[in-house]
């Protein structure tokens, strides 16, 4: 059995249904990412899993025991919110010693893990400040050592970055994901952001109006995505126009040109059906076709952004337009827009879209 189990899970607010059949298996050490658009039901799935909003049914267990009739001091779970929700009359040291005060430790205990904690977020010298004497990005690793004083089992992240500028995300993102291995505390980290979910998840949860759509590893979720709203969602993507030319052979019309997929991608499509492609930008690119699985198809420059190391281009291919990236060559300068020019295609990386 899994660590952290989550079996048909709902939970309905009035006749409102915000979470459906909602189902994970968590192991120890996992560190899990539900991610997802507001209002999907990330949070919800949280706090039930933290014991602050009771499931309408289903069952959740943290190593074997069913904790949905538990409350959340007795679930050994520690949580840090988007919202700086330190104590601001505690100093810093105050703060993560709380939970363990409350437990009625003794004092030598709390010192030492004080410590510890500090050590832990390298804010050992700032332990006598108060929290408004700190930046965000410190307010919240102070939230981060509260929460982990306890030595809880289960570690809840509910959007502790989104109040942070983005240099301080990146580098916090990245401190919470290292913390956790070297813990090897199981977490779940909710986020909207799916470049933090991609960057640090060991499997991600993309949801979508109170559902699972997907749940796996990073790579598998951006190159596979199982529908269209998990691929339109993670990662940029093009969706193209196309037409089934003869579905035996795998035959397909992108703007006038034929290009021969795998036929097993067609997803039961025939020929003659009007279709929908995904495209990464990966499977873009500027110029002639230089493998013969690639197809060249003639296209107008609409829009270039000069980035410092890529270039984005927005180029239209007849009816569709596709955006994707060229790295800077100082040796060559990018295309204007209105310029012809041409833009293959790499066939193997077309994706039919399903729903
Ligand atoms: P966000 O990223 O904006 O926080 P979320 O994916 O975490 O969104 P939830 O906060 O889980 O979404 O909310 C899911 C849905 O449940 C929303 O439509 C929300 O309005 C509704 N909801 C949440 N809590 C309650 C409540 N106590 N009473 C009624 N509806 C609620």
Redesign the pocket.
């Known amino acids: 059995m899994s660590f952290l189990t989550i079996s048909h899970l709902k939970k309905s607010?009035?006749a409102?249904t915000?979470?459906h059949d909602f189902n994970l298996d968590i192991e120890k050490g996992e560190f899990i990412s539900f991610l997802?658009?507001?209002?999907?039901?990330?949070?919800?799935?949280?706090?039930m899993v933290a014991g602050f909003?009771t499931p309408t049914s289903g069952v959740i267990t943290i190593g074997g025991k069913n904790v949905v009739n538990l409350k959340p001091n007795q679930r050994n779970i520690g949580m840090v919110f988007q919202a700086y929700a330190l104590f601001p009359n505690m100093t810093v040291a105050q703060n993560v010693a709380f939970g363990l005060k409350v437990a009625k430790k003794p004092q030598a205990e709390i010192d030492a893990t004080v410590h510890e904690m500090l050590s832990l977020i390298k804010l050992d010298h700032l332990a006598e400040r108060y929290p408004y004497q700190l930046s965000g990005g410190q307010q919240q690793r102070v939230a981060l050592a509260r929460a982990l004083a306890t030595k809880p089992q289960v570690l809840l992240l509910d959007?502790p970055l989104s109040a942070l500028d983005a240099k301080i995300r990146v580098s916090l993102r990245e401190e919470i994901r290292a913390i956790q291995r070297k813990l090897g505390i199981t977490t779940i980290f909710?986020t909207?952001d799916q470049e933090e979910a991609l960057s640090i998840s060991d499997r991600i949860v993309v949801?979508y109006e109170?559902n699972a759509e997907q749940v796996g590893a990073p790579f598998e979720i951006y190159n596979q995505p199982a529908s269209r709203f998990v691929a339109s969602f993670v990662g940029t993507l093009n969706t193209l126009d196309a037409v089934v030319r003869d579905a035996g052979s795998g035959m397909i019309t992108v703007d006038g040109k034929d290009i021969a997929i795998d036929r097993t991608r067609l997803n039961g499509h025939k020929t003659g059906d009007k279709i929908s492609l995904a495209v990464r930008p990966e499977a873009v690119s500027l110029g002639e076709a230089t493998d013969k699985r690639e197809t060249t198809l003639d296209g107008k420059i609409n829009s270039v952004h000069f980035l410092g190391s890529v270039i984005r281009i927005r180029a239209s291919l007849g009816e569709n337009t596709v955006s994707f990236d060229t790295f800077n060559n100082p040796s060559a300068p990018p295309p204007s827009p209105g310029e012809n020019v041409k833009v293959s295609l790499a066939a193997k990386d077309l994706l039919v879209l399903g729903h």
């Open positions: 607010f009035g409102t915000v979470v997802g658009p507001s209002g999907c039901g990330k949070t919800t799935v949280l706090r909003e959007e909710v909207h949801m109170g």
